[in-house]
């Protein structure tokens, strides 16, 4: 029998100590993390979307609406500068955005990456899917739909990335996401052209700031489900770049058989594994939340064990699981649950492994 109810649950990472490091207005505001929402279960990679998302939930909206409406509070916070506008300017000190909504019912996504000047990429990624035929649109091409869409153009650009990138350029451009290239990208900016030869991938020192997203899976009382995600990339990023966050099974998944997962951490690496994919069809066999999530975490680390990233997994009976992969600054992973029973968000951890 299936038991269906209002629970919300948020993940996000705190780099200070737990409690304290959470701000007064967490649960108004957002956080980098993913969310996954179930009628009466939420659950997030972040702590603060997790009210607004539930609030859209119980004002009776659908598990769309709460996804779009948690992830838009985030990005119009600007959630620890890694979701929204004005954070991780490209190569060119340029913010864009990345975002993808799917509805677990239908299997519909709708999505977008590299997406510029427009601040509500989460709406925008929800009109490819109800407005367009399409799955994902990127690039210049993707803010044109957006304005004919009537949403409006803005210059995403404030006094905080535009620092963050003139101290960047004084560093000599590190980090960046260069290889193989001339001249040596671990010693000067570009401009870059190919490298006489191509040498052993040089390793990149883990910044766990660099890489993040804002997340929710929803779970509706007749057992639909939702997911999507926001986010504005990585830090320096090479122009164009898109991440895992709009690739549906990698930034997250839903389908209202299983449940929903979603993802954050290094997206190139991730993305390369469709993680949340492969814990909801973990949760479709009738693996519990906690071992998908552990699961999909461990198929990268066979290949990438000293990996940023961490998964957030629900089922449709309310069931809920984290995982996240333990390096150096990183070897704990809060979240947070909002369900019919805790009343409000409730503070969880998972430790790394």
């Known amino acids: 029998m299936k038991l269906y109810f209002n629970i919300c649950i948020a993940l996000k990472r705190y780099t200070g100590p737990l409690m304290k490091s959470l701000p007064t207005n967490l649960f108004l505001e957002c956080s980098k993390t993913v969310r996954i929402l179930q009628s009466q279960t939420l659950i997030c990679l972040s702590v603060t979307l997790s009210l607004k998302a539930w609030t859209a939930l119980q004002a009776g909206g659908s598990v769309l609406d709460a996804v779009e409406k948690g992830c838009a509070r985030c990005e119009a916070d600007q959630c620890d500068g890694s979701v929204g506008f004005g954070g991780s300017p490209d190569e060119r000190g340029e913010t ?87 001249p040596d990208p671990s010693q000067y900016c570009g401009p870059y052209k190919p490298g006489a030869t191509l040498r052993q991938k040089r390793k990149r020192q883990i910044d766990i700031h660099a890489h993040d997203t804002i997340g929710m899976i929803v779970i509706g009382k007749d057992g639909q489900v939702a997911a999507g995600t926001s986010t504005n990339g990585a830090n320096h990023k090479v122009p164009g770049r898109v991440g895992d966050s709009p690739i549906a099974g990698a930034g997250s998944y839903a389908d209202s058989t299983a449940g929903g997962a979603a993802a954050t951490g290094d997206g190139d690496v991730m993305m390369r594994f469709l993680p949340s994919y492969l814990a909801v069809e973990l949760m479709k066999t009738g693996t519990d939340p906690s071992t998908a999530c552990k699961t999909s975490i461990s198929r990268i680390k066979i290949h990438y064990p000293g990996f940023f990233g961490a998964v957030i997994c629900a089922n449709t009976t309310g069931h809920y699981g984290a995982a996240c992969n333990k390096v150096p600054g990183f070897s704990k992973f809060p979240f947070v649950v909002y369900n019919s029973n805790t009343k409000s968000p409730l503070l969880q951890s998972v430790d790394c492994f």
């Open 96 to 182: 864009t955005l990345d975002a993808m909504i799917m509805n677990g019912n239908t299997m519909e996504v709708g999505a977008v990456g590299d997406l510029r000047r427009i601040k509500n990429a989460i709406g925008v990624a929800r009109a490819v899917m109800e407005r367009t035929d399409h799955t994902l649109l990127v690039g210049e091409s993707a803010s044109v739909f957006a304005e004919n869409m009537g949403f409006t153009a803005e210059d995403l650009t404030t006094n905080k990335s535009i620092s963050i990138f003139t101290q960047w350029l004084k560093d000599n451009c590190q980090p960046n996401y260069r290889k193989n290239v001339s």
